[in-house]
């Protein structure tokens, strides 16, 4: 099953309500001078004027907005809730579940050589432990960032305690934060990269993104080689949300079939097409055919489906939104202490996606409240992954199921609050403190590290998908006898 498959992978894959132990020495600064003019009266007597302190503000000053050194070191621990519903238009098979993991992770700055170019960038080195009820499961990540005009990821490198691998690099820097922090600036990234994943298994998965949110996935289903009886996938989405779900068989190596014989099951997705004056309707083909020397052309595409359209108009892919949004209230749940008042300004990013080939929409929100200097105080994050295909016939036992509104909705919340202060390891073997405050704030690195975390569950969720796609389509496939 689709949904089952998707908890077993996802479950190494959790965010965080979190507590922190964290970073850099606050300087409290302050300062007066005096000015004299000449005159031709007579001086009165000098007085010196009795010294008045200067309060040390507070919040204390925050100072630089990312300070972090090699050597750095910051640790954390919490917990994280998914919740995971069912709406289909039958009854549904699948219960809703909910599960919890207690978090803990420790981080340690490093200089490295950019991964994915010249220079150097700071690796902040993650160790995560996730403990659920039954299993306890860890992964170690390689966050890599750098600072200028902006505090912008490279890419990242995670490793899960199985040993399976991804990395995701950028091709352009992905904006964090502008520096300085200036209320009403806004900025935005493109999702252009390339993520590729190697597992224990020997099997691979990659996936290629434009800058407009069109990409290729081709992920290996089966096997590890371009022999029988392995089996790969690809998936195509294209800017008009066209797109095509292909599976390969090969078949080389195999009796009865031609050296190097390749068989294709397609199944397209058409760009939205009007009835009358209004685009209404999605079309569905599949075709199959075998691909060698002096094979026939391909078959003509056969309807396979017909569905309304889902997704908003116009479409689009990839969509974000980065913005210092000023002064608002600070939310009662972020539980702000009093010292620090009841206003913040909010820097708020969202990241949207639609994906027409595998039927899904995701909903990402970063809220970020900083009190003004001291750093941010409260981090609100929430993701929602909405799926209206149910390709794997969970309920049903002809052509693709689909409805109008999502049939499986994933949620994931989480919370960075504030937290006591406590001691802090920096490069020059010194602990500090923030000046001042019994207090601690939440650094943009910890803010990144946080999102990311929700972007790698994502992906996981993403390939797991596929593969349970690929899967459900070649048990279609041994039905219909398009491969024995």
Request: net charge neutral.
């Amino acid at each position: 099953m689709l949904e089952s498959l998707l908890r077993r992978i996802m479950k190494r894959h959790i965010a965080i309500f979190a507590s922190f132990a964290i970073l850099e020495v606050l300087a409290a600064c302050g300062g007066g001078g005096a000015s004299t003019a000449s005159s031709i009266m007579p001086s009165a007597p000098s007085v010196t004027p009795n010294p008045v302190a200067t309060p040390t503000p507070t919040p204390a000053p925050s100072g630089p907005p990312h300070p972090s050194a090699a050597g750095d070191m910051f640790a954390f621990t919490g917990s994280m809730v998914q919740n995971d519903t069912y709406t289909y238009p039958v009854g549904s098979p699948l219960p809703a579940t909910s599960s919890t993991a207690k978090v803990s992770q420790a981080v340690t700055v490093f200089a490295t050589a950019n991964p994915n170019g010249g220079g150097q960038v700071q690796d902040f080195h993650s160790v995560e432990t996730d403990a659920y009820p039954a299993q306890t499961v860890g992964e170690t990540t390689d966050y890599y960032f750098k600072s200028g005009s902006a505090f912008s990821l490279i890419g990242y490198a995670s490793t899960d305690g199985s040993g399976n691998r991804s990395t995701m690099m950028f091709t352009a820097p992905q904006v964090v934060d502008q520096i300085p922090e200036t209320t009403g600036a806004s900025w935005t990234n493109n999702p252009a990269g390339q993520l590729s994943q190697t597992f224990i298994d020997g099997k691979s998965a990659t996936r290629t993104i434009a800058s407009n949110g069109t990409y290729v996935d081709s992920v290996q289903v089966y096997g590890t080689t371009t022999n029988y009886p392995s089996i790969a996938s690809s998936v195509t989405e294209n800017p008009d949300g066209s797109g095509v779900f292909q599976i390969i068989y090969y078949e080389n190596g195999r009796a009865g079939y031609q050296p190097n014989e390749v068989v294709y099951q397609n199944y397209a997705v058409s760009p939205p097409t009007a009835q009358s004056t209004n685009a209404q309707f999605l079309y569905i083909t599949s075709q199959n055919y075998p691909v060698y020397f002096g094979s026939p052309s391909p078959p003509t595409p056969s309807p396979y489906a017909t569905l309304p359209i889902w997704y908003t108009s116009p479409l689009s892919l990839y969509g974000e939104s980065d913005k210092n949004l000023g002064t608002t209230a600070v939310p009662a749940s972020c539980n702000l202490p009093a010292s620090l008042g009841t206003t913040a300004t909010e820097i708020q990013q969202t990241v949207t996606s639609t994906d027409t080939v595998l039927g899904m929409t995701t909903a990402t929100t970063t809220k970020s409240y900083v009190v003004d200097g001291y750093g941010p105080v409260c981090v609100q994050l929430s993701s929602t992954v909405s799926a209206y295909y149910d390709y794997n016939k969970d309920t049903y036992f002809g052509a693709i199921l689909y409805q109008a509104t999502p049939m499986q909705t994933t949620t994931y919340t989480e919370s960075l609050t504030l937290q006591p202060q406590q001691s802090y390891q920096q490069i020059a073997g010194k602990v500090t403190t923030h000046s001042g405050s019994a207090f601690a704030a939440i650094t943009p690195a910890e803010i990144a590290i946080a999102r990311l975390r929700l972007k790698q569950r994502l992906v996981a969720n993403r390939f797991a998908r596929i593969r349970s796609i690929s899967e459900a389509l070649t048990r279609q496939a041994l039905g219909k006898k398009i491969r024995k």
